[in-house]
């Protein structure tokens, strides 16, 4: 098992990302609840963020593509705006064990 961080280190509607045995991830908290997604939009795999731990919207409603400005749902990571219209980000098993986000190296096997 891996440690990410504690629930309480997440703030509402704010993402962070990480990096684990090489795979980009970002983790996000909406009204209490973790979702934890591979960091690469679906349009053409590039990292969503310009610049480190920057994945929201201006206000702050979904994740956001820097570079083609695609827009995800936070709570599914179905795209509702942008060239990948329809797709979805790609999520990551995790579990919450005491407060902790902690996930299996198994989670993040490719695809």
Same mark, same amino acid.
């Given at each position: ?6 629930? =309480?280190?997440? $703030? ?12 980009? %991830? &970002?983790?996000?908290?909406?009204? *209490?609840?973790?979702? +934890?997604?591979?960091?690469?939009? @679906? ?8 610049? @480190? ?17 695609? !827009?995800? !749902?936070?709570? =599914? *990571?179905?795209?509702?705006?942008? $060239?990948?219209? *329809?797709?979805? %980000?790609?999520?990551? @098993?995790?579990?919450?064990? =005491?407060?902790?986000?902690? &996930?299996? +190296? !198994?989670?993040?096997? $490719?695809?």
């Amino acid at each position: 098992m891996i440690r990410i961080c504690h629930i =309480d280190d997440l $703030p509402e509607r704010d993402a962070r990302g990480f990096e684990v045995e090489g795979q980009k %991830l &970002l983790i996000i908290k909406k009204k *209490g609840v973790v979702h +934890l997604y591979r960091n690469s939009c @679906p349009h053409t795999g590039i990292n969503l963020d310009w610049q @480190p731990d920057d994945f929201m919207s201006f206000d702050k409603f979904y994740i956001q593509c820097s570079t083609h400005g695609a !827009q995800f !749902q936070i709570e =599914d *990571g179905f795209c509702v705006l942008g $060239p990948c219209k *329809g797709q979805a %980000l790609k999520t990551v @098993p995790f579990q919450v064990i =005491d407060g902790e986000v902690v &996930l299996n +190296l !198994q989670s993040l096997a $490719p695809d």
